[in-house]
């Protein structure tokens, strides 16, 4: 897999991730689940945002499970998605603006015709610590994210893992 973020972007714990996700049955259900549906047009309306996703990220892809704001295909090579960041920590990943983030200067997603400027993503942590996607936010214009937008984001992803944890 190609990366084009110039840092890397597999977990030290990737094959417990992966085992974990896989497990959870996520990645062989249909797209737009109803409330991930319903959590990504809540986000997209809460930041005013055109874009909002819940993602997972698996070993080389990440598959979007419900979107709002964009079409396409529901997998996105792992080596492009700024998710694939996103699951490498455990607070919100923020890039106000992206064009001036040195590890997106390479990303298509930054400087090809998509133009992504703002990206923010809280992780989606199961119980037991695995970060297997996110929550993510997305505009095409540069933006503000303060911490008590970062806590908003994060109750968000809590409440997709509640979701998927109470099954």
């Not at 084009?4 to 992966?18: H, K, Q, S």
Request: glycine share 6%.
């Amino acid at each position: 897999m190609d990366n084009t973020f110039g840092i890397p972007i597999i977990p030290d714990n990737e094959d417990e991730r992966l085992a974990k996700l896989r497990s959870l049955h996520i990645l062989d259900t249909y797209e737009e689940n109803g409330t991930f549906k319903h959590i990504a047009a809540i986000a997209s309306r809460m930041f005013n945002v055109p874009i909002a996703l819940v993602n997972f990220v698996d070993k080389d892809y990440v598959v979007t499970k419900a979107r709002v704001g964009v079409e396409g295909s529901t997998e996105v090579s792992r080596a492009i998605s700024l998710c694939s960041l996103a699951v490498l920590r455990s607070d919100v990943t923020v890039f106000e603006n992206a064009r001036e983030e040195p590890c997106l200067l390479a990303n298509p997603m930054v400087i090809g015709d998509f133009g992504l400027q703002f990206y923010a993503a809280a992780p989606l942590t199961t119980s037991d610590g695995y970060n297997i996607g996110a929550v993510c936010i997305v505009d095409k214009v540069p933006r503000e994210f303060s911490g008590s937008d970062q806590k908003m984001l994060q109750t968000l992803a809590a409440a997709v893992m509640d979701d998927i944890e109470k099954a």
